[in-house]
């Protein structure tokens, strides 16, 4: 049987999504936290897909979801820590000493 439509994304998925949009456009640095969070999404994807692979472990569509999925939370992570590193080297208030 064909599927017609596309599945639904998870709660956390979209979430996710939400939260690794905001950090871009919220960002001091877009270019660069983005750059950083696609590394660290493509990074860890391929770590989870590679192990399940050599493993053989499971079925391979649900290993590729749980996969996408820690690797957005990854990213989301990855790209929280940037732009709150970007905002401690970068104080808005410079010192009136």
């Known amino acids: 049987m064909m599927q017609t439509t596309q599945p639904t994304g998870s709660p956390l998925g ?3 999504r939400i939260a690794a949009i905001y950090l871009v456009v919220k960002g001091p640095k877009k270019l660069q936290t983005l750059l950083r969070m696609g590394i660290a999404f493509v990074a860890t994807a391929l770590l989870f897909m590679m192990t399940g692979a050599i493993l ?3 079925d391979p ?3 590729g979801q749980i996969a996408g999925m820690v690797a957005m939370l990854v990213a989301v992570i ?3 820590w940037h732009t709150r590193s ?4 970068d104080p808005t208030v410079p010192n009136q000493g």
């Open 14 to 16: 979209i979430l996710m």
């Open 56 to 58: 053989r472990m499971g």
């Open 61 to 63: 569509r649900a290993q």
């Open 78 to 80: 990855a790209g929280w």
């Open 86 to 89: 970007l905002k401690r080297k």
